[in-house]
């Protein structure tokens, strides 16, 4: 049997190559509406979360999606979500011109998009990007300490960052192994 693996395929695209969205949580879901519409019920209905949606790319596309369980995400399962999510954009044919289908697990540096993983992940250790400076940083790293519909809080060295969603462009967990980041 194959072990569960966390981050084993694709790193991040840059925010360039991102479709442009343009409000708080919905600007981190980096995705098109319209295909985690269409997607996110046919990655649930085999039991697992579908985290995030990336397109990359001009003339020849990747379409990268990060899916997670709470047991982690095997190999095998990347391929089975592959294979219904293909079948499913074959009848539906969504993105026009061709395309190259990515299925990965988030990883450890797992991208946080909804509130729900905000909320999840509360007490873990996370690196944000701002889309403005806030008291002097345009980057916070601390551990989360509070998550709600609004925003997060966020401790830092003992100081306390108030964060509201709009102002995020990419938040992430970032553990620590042996006192240094991944």
Not at 48 to 67: D, N, P, Y
Not at 86 to 112: C, F, K, T
Not at 151 to 156: A, H, K, L, N
Request: include cysteine; aromatic fraction near 6%; proline fraction near 4%.
């Amino acid at each position: 049997m194959t072990p569960r693996m966390r981050g084993l395929f694709f790193a991040r695209v840059s925010r360039g190559s991102l479709l442009p969205v343009f409000l708080g949580l919905y600007k981190m879901l980096g995705d098109s509406q319209e295909l985690r519409k269409l997607l996110e019920p046919v990655v649930e209905a085999l039991g697992f979360e579908l985290v995030l949606i990336e397109i990359a790319g001009g003339g020849s596309k990747t379409l990268r999606l990060f899916i997670d369980a709470p047991g982690g995400v095997m190999l095998e399962d990347c391929e089975s979500v592959s294979r219904q999510v293909s079948a499913e954009l074959d009848v539906e044919d969504p993105i026009s011109g061709q395309y190259h289908l990515e299925v990965s697990s988030p990883g450890l540096e797992r991208p946080l998009v909804k509130t729900e993983h905000f909320i999840r992940f509360v007490g873990e250790r996370v690196k944000i990007k701002l889309t403005q400076h806030h008291l002097g940083r345009k980057r916070v790293t601390g551990v989360l300490t509070d998550a709600d519909d609004t925003g997060v809080v966020v401790d830092v060295d003992g100081e306390a960052y108030e964060l509201g969603y709009a102002e995020m462009d990419t938040a992430k967990l970032a553990p620590l192994f042996n006192n240094a980041e991944v």
